[in-house]
């Protein structure tokens, strides 16, 4: 069945680049997404991918996607203490719209 | 923007009550999520609906049931709670077109922490 897969924990100091990878099993998924939560929060959407597209800017933000190896990486830079949190990574089910499959999601923080 | 408002953020319930966790959204989404969050775990999908008075079966859905009556409003509930019902539970909702303006992106609530003692 469908999974997603990431590492559970990673620590950084704060100036560094963080980057953290995910892979998924269902090649049909339309969207991938990285969704962050900080403490006692729900989730908030931070970037998402089309699935034809390799690499994604947004400021601090980069996201890779290597649909051969099925493999999404979320890579932010100069990372600051706000950034910690746990850092999901997701891929649509069936068709946009629809339920979302989630990682364990990734425990960073960001010491100073 | 978007909200999702979930009624409960703490809630303390006895083994054995019957638990109302209620959703409510208010950007006219068709689609609506229940899960549950445990450490380790990360979210497990319990019940989501694409219509009102429809519901479908997510991953673990044993030990809960879910009412639709407005598009608005998702409930989630527990029949007769039990200790391994403790948990982070998170009410999400979604646009339901599959346009190309739609990234498929699920809105969350701040999510309702049930502990059953």
């Known amino acids: 069945g469908e999974d997603v897969e990431q590492s559970l924990f990673l620590s950084v100091r704060e100036g560094d680049s963080s980057v953290i990878n995910c892979t998924y099993t269902d090649s049909s998924s339309t969207y991938l997404y990285w969704y962050k939560q900080e403490p006692g929060a729900g989730l908030q959407l931070l970037t998402y991918i089309f699935s034809n597209m390799d690499m994604k800017q947004d400021q601090r933000l980069t996201v890779l996607l290597n649909k051969k190896d099925k493999h999404l990486s979320l890579r932010i830079a100069d990372t600051q203490t706000g950034d910690s949190a746990i850092y999901f990574c997701?891929?649509?089910?069936?068709?946009?719209?629809?339920?979302?499959?989630f990682g364990k999601g990734t425990t960073l923080s960001v010491s100073s | 923007d978007v909200k999702v408002t979930q009624s409960s953020r703490y809630l303390v319930k006895r083994t054995g009550e019957k638990v109302f966790l209620e959703c409510v959204q208010d950007?006219?989404?068709?689609?609506m999520f229940w899960y549950r969050q445990d450490p380790g775990l990360g979210l497990r999908l319990i019940y989501f609906s694409y219509d009102v008075k429809m519901k479908e079966k997510g991953d673990i859905p044993e030990g809960y049931s879910v009412s639709r009556e407005k598009k608005e409003r998702f409930s989630l509930i527990l029949e007769s709670a039990s200790t391994n019902q403790t948990s982070m539970y998170l009410c999400?909702?979604?646009?339901?077109?599959?346009?190309?303006?739609?990234?498929?992106?699920?809105?969350f609530g701040e999510g309702s922490r049930l502990t059953v003692l």
């Open positions: 999400a909702s979604s646009l339901s077109t599959s346009g190309y303006a739609n990234t498929g992106e699920l809105f």
């Open positions: 950007m006219d989404h068709e689609n």
């Open positions: 997701a891929e649509s089910f069936r068709a946009a719209g629809t339920a979302l499959i």
